[in-house]
């Protein structure tokens, strides 16, 4: 009398169970893709900033170099621009 109850109240258990771990694999793959697209996005921010830090950095090289070579900057009246 009771094994056909039991039976049933098993297989609900079961779907029950399937269908939580279906939605916590759903939330966890909706999360991880929202993590990872903003891992994306920090990655492409740094590699600009490192960007601007190299170019930033060249420019410092290169006023030491030229200070070293006693190089100067012209005056604006002696600069020509060609068209």
Partial sequence: MYKPFLV???IIF????????QNTS?????KVSNLQTEYN?????????RLE???ILA?????K???EK??????????????
């Fill in 14 to 21: 079961s779907v029950f169970v399937y269908l939580w771990q």
């Fill in 70 to 83: 006693s190089l100067y900057r012209p005056d604006e009246k002696t600069i020509v621009y060609i068209d």
């Fill in 65 to 67: 170099v030229a200070k």
């Fill in 41 to 49: 996005k920090i990655n492409a921010e740094n590699d600009l900033l």
């Fill in 26 to 30: 759903m939330r966890f793959a909706y």
């Fill in 8 to 10: 049933i109240i098993f």
């Fill in 59 to 63: 420019l410092e090289k290169m006023y």
């Fill in 53 to 55: 830090i190299n170019s």
